[in-house]
């Protein structure tokens, strides 16, 4: 079953990353990929909080807050996509985040070990670890290739983008629970809907970001 579900999200983890680079490579393209992502997002998030919540207050308020979200993140992204010096840091924090996710579905599934935490009762400490570790090299990687040179500050940003998308991704778990659901939905064989595949990235991007501004 772990051997299949791996098949399934190596061939995914395959066509997304193909499609970052279409992304990196043509802005058009950028465009129509972050609109997608976002009205997909957003449908996605609005059934999820339905069934998180039953007061009516409180479902409109957190899907206004999640639209608001999803608003700023695009268009950041895609201002930030047109210097050249930007967008290289922008895709080496998103590739970040995709080799945090791998890394945690790898290790985690490999060592097992103690649990994390409750709200995801897969997710455990060796996968966590998994998830920095390949952080780490991805992106110190990138930033030794593009400056050739290696700094301790870049591994601070690499382990506060993994932790952000960790956090990002046991914070949907935790509506997902809290709804009753696996996934938010099935649009991605081998990782369900969209945001149970961009949930870490909407978090560890900016934080990663932010973190760059601080330390380097």
Same mark, same amino acid.
């Given at each position: 079953?772990?051997?299949?579900?791996?098949?399934?999200?190596?061939?995914?983890?395959?066509?997304?990353?193909?499609?970052?680079?279409?992304?990196?490579?043509?802005?058009?393209?950028?465009?129509?990929?972050?609109?997608?992502?976002?009205?997909?997002?957003?449908?996605?998030?609005?059934?999820?909080?339905?069934?998180? #919540?039953?007061?009516? @207050?409180? %479902?409109?308020? &957190?899907?206004? /807050?999640? $639209? +608001?979200? =999803?608003?700023?993140? *695009?268009?950041?992204?895609?201002?930030?996509?047109?210097?050249?010096?930007?967008?290289?840091?922008?895709?080496?924090?998103?590739?970040?985040?995709?080799?945090?996710?791998?890394?945690?579905?790898?290790?985690?599934?490999?060592?097992?070990?103690?649990?994390?935490?409750?709200?995801?009762?897969?997710?455990?400490?060796?996968?966590?670890?998994?998830?920095?570790?390949f952080t780490v090299i991805?992106?110190?990687? #990138?930033?030794?290739? @593009?400056? %050739?040179?290696? &700094?301790?500050? /870049?591994? $601070? +940003?690499? =382990?506060?983008?993994? *932790?952000?998308?960790?956090?990002?991704?046991?914070?949907?778990?935790?509506?997902?629970?809290?709804?009753?659901?696996?996934?938010?939905?099935?649009?991605?064989?081998?990782?369900?809907?969209?945001?149970?595949?961009?949930?870490?990235?909407?978090?560890?991007?900016?934080?990663g970001f932010l973190a760059?501004?601080?330390?380097?």
């Amino acid at each position: 079953m772990i051997l299949k579900n791996l098949k399934k999200r190596i061939i995914t983890s395959t066509f997304l990353l193909f499609l970052v680079y279409l992304i990196f490579t043509f802005n058009i393209f950028l465009v129509f990929i972050l609109i997608l992502l976002a009205v997909l997002s957003i449908l996605e998030f609005l059934q999820l909080i339905k069934k998180v #919540f039953k007061n009516k @207050f409180y %479902n409109y308020l &957190s899907s206004f /807050i999640f $639209i +608001i979200y =999803i608003f700023i993140f *695009c268009i950041m992204f895609f201002f930030f996509s047109n210097f050249l010096q930007l967008k290289i840091l922008l895709f080496s924090l998103l590739l970040g985040c995709v080799a945090s996710d791998i890394g945690g579905f790898i290790v985690g599934n490999i060592l097992k070990g103690p649990k994390l935490t409750k709200i995801s009762p897969k997710k455990t400490i060796s996968g966590a670890v998994g998830s920095v570790i390949f952080t780490v090299i991805v992106i110190s990687g #990138f930033f030794y290739y @593009f400056t %050739n040179s290696f &700094s301790y500050k /870049i591994l $601070i +940003i690499a =382990i506060a983008t993994s *932790c952000s998308c960790q956090i990002g991704d046991l914070i949907f778990s935790f509506l997902k629970r809290k709804a009753k659901l696996k996934d938010t939905g099935n649009f991605l064989p081998g990782h369900g809907g969209i945001l149970d595949r961009v949930d870490g990235i909407l978090l560890g991007v900016p934080i990663g970001f932010l973190a760059l501004n601080i330390f380097y």
